[in-house]
T-cell receptor, first 111, second 114 residues
């Protein structure tokens, strides 16, 4: 069964304490993996797209990596404003493009 | 920077009433999506348009939900009659086309059905 699993469900960090969020997937024909940030009561904000294993993308304190089975979102020296839910989305399929959203990781960064 | 617009931002209604949400995608984006997001969960696709045509509405509860994108630009999602279980965030997103699936989301409409 095609599936996307994000872990942990929730993560509490101290300001400056680096960590990683995980997105693992079991789909056929991966075409892309997206990371979004979502603040409470708002729509998801696009962060990164990764297309192939070994690819990496960076933006400020965030770095996304992709392997054949999972993706990591590394957060280096986080700040309280990085607190949000981080969503992983898989884009896959051949003739029929499909998307699967993960349930997200709720990140809280304490000052 | 171009953004997806949605209105209203908040809607409170009583069950059995009709509600409608509006979305204006990023200019030039051919594909438009409507999602429902329940608190603590990821978005669930309700309907996908390519220009003015529906390409996927398999998860749309068609007995009460309808969606249209008559001129292939902005779109309306309607619920009639609303039920208590419809309380959720309704998100609209757009992408350049189906083959380029980076989606850009609007701010959402939070619906509360009493």
């Amino acid at each position: 069964e095609d599936q996307v699993t994000q872990s942990p469900e929730a993560l509490r960090l101290q300001e400056g304490e680096s960590s990683s969020l995980n997105c693992s997937y079991t789909v056929s024909g991966l075409r892309g993996l997206f990371w979004y940030r979502q603040d409470p009561g708002k729509g998801p904000e696009f962060l990164f797209t990764l297309y192939s294993a070994g690819e990496e993308k960076e933006k400020e304190r965030l770095k996304a990596t992709l392997t054949k089975k999972e993706s990591f979102l590394h957060i280096t020296a986080p700040k309280p404003e990085d607190s949000a839910t981080y969503l992983c989305v898989i884009f896959y399929g051949g003739a029929t493009n499909k998307l699967i959203f993960g349930t997200g990781t709720l990140l809280a960064v304490q000052p | 920077e171009a953004e997806v617009a949605q209105s209203p931002r908040y809607k409170i209604t009583e069950k059995s009433q009709a509600v409608a949400f509006w979305c204006d995608p990023i200019s030039g984006h051919a594909t438009l999506y409507w999602y429902r997001q329940i608190l603590g969960q990821g978005p669930e696709l309700l309907v996908q348009f390519q220009d003015e045509s529906v390409v996927d509405d398999s998860q749309l509860p068609k007995d009460r939900f309808s969606a249209e994108r008559l001129k292939g630009v902005d779109s309306t999602l309607k619920i009639q009659p609303a039920e208590l279980g419809d309380s959720a965030m309704y998100l609209c997103a757009s992408s350049k086309d189906r083959g380029q699936e980076t989606q850009y989301f609007g701010p959402g409409t939070r619906l509360l059905v009493l």
